[in-house]
């Protein structure tokens, strides 16, 4: 099965971005009207859609409708009813978040490919067997003693350089395997805070990319408090 997509729209709310942006909405106050309109007119030409990607832009079509119909009711002056368009643009805010995160840790992850980093050198042919006995004369231990001085303000530790391969696909099976017990997990239990900082950015993009098809879900009770991960609607 292939992937369709409608002018590289990433679903229905990458598309209502898409629209707010070009035709200038204010996102906190959206004219239903106009954004309906324009919707419909850019579903009205997909053609051949898998038919898992078009019934995901009808529901959201027909959601539109719903909320531009229940804002064309007349309110009661003496009711306090929440503005409809209320849970749309929470879903629009947090979908532009995990995008603008998602496409900044895309960039870093290009940067890194950049550099390659060398593989150690054998140097086991250049070392003398333990047993072998040395004949020093008081010349040769001046001469070292001399290297040892001038070089004592330049020590260089040893570092051996390892270039790691942790993919997003390893990432997203350490997330699986630690939900598959418990059904929710903590952010910070996919950690021991002794990871690379190449890894600690691939299971978070792991992360996104199973949040966006809602394999997972995470919730947050206080600010700044402790991120729950559980399973979402398309869990495996």
Sequence with gaps: MYEVRLDAFQGPLDLLLHLIKKFEIDIYDISMKHLTEQYFHYINSMTELDINVQSEYLVMASELLRIKSKMLLPVPHEASEDDPRDELVSQLIEYQ??????????????????????????????????????????????????KARARKKVQVPEVTLARESYTIQQGTDLIRQRLSADGHIRFTDLFTFNESRHRLVTIFIAMLEMIKHQEIAVSQETLFGEIEIRRGKLAC
């Design 97 to 146: 978040n995990y995008k603008y995160y998602a496409e900044l840790l895309e960039e870093k992850r290009h940067e890194r490919d950049q550099f390659f980093i060398k593989a150690p050198a054998d140097l086991s042919q250049y070392e003398r067997p333990v047993n072998e006995a040395l004949e020093l004369s008081v010349i040769d231990l001046m001469a070292a003693y001399q």
